[in-house]
């Protein structure tokens, strides 16, 4: 069964930095897209910045010039470099991939942003 998990939140200060990783475990094959999507409470669940396997990569408006992902193929693991956080990043990150038509997501991981 293929599954993404994701890892690197916690807690930090506004201006702080994170680092979130996500790896998927049962499958070698590589994944197409991969990206993070966040859901804040009382929100829907948004895209925050995404990549192909070829490295091209879109972002949100609001995390463009602070946020930064990428991804290791030979790994198969997609990163997410979170610089200058803000109190309104805060929210739980979600890892997701498609993979041979079929779209997983990770479980989440809680990122929390203090003021």
């Known amino acids: 069964q293929v599954q993404l998990v994701e890892s690197g939140g916690g807690l930090v200060q506004a201006g702080g930095s994170l680092r979130l990783s996500c790896a998927p475990s049962?499958?070698?094959?590589?994944?197409?897209?991969m990206g993070w999507y966040r859901q804040a409470p009382g929100n829907q669940r948004e895209l925050v910045a995404d990549?192909?396997?070829?490295?091209?990569?879109d972002y949100a408006d609001s995390v463009k010039g602070r946020f930064t992902i990428s991804r290791d193929n030979a790994r198969n693991t997609v990163y997410l470099q979170m610089n200058d956080l803000k109190p309104e990043d805060t929210a739980v990150y979600h890892c997701?991939?498609?993979?041979?038509?079929?779209?997983?997501w990770g479980q989440g991981t809680q990122v929390t942003v203090s003021s």
């Open positions: 997701h991939g498609k993979l041979r038509g079929s779209e997983y």
């Open positions: 990549i192909t396997s070829g490295g091209s990569t």
């Open positions: 049962g499958t070698m094959f590589r994944f197409n897209a």
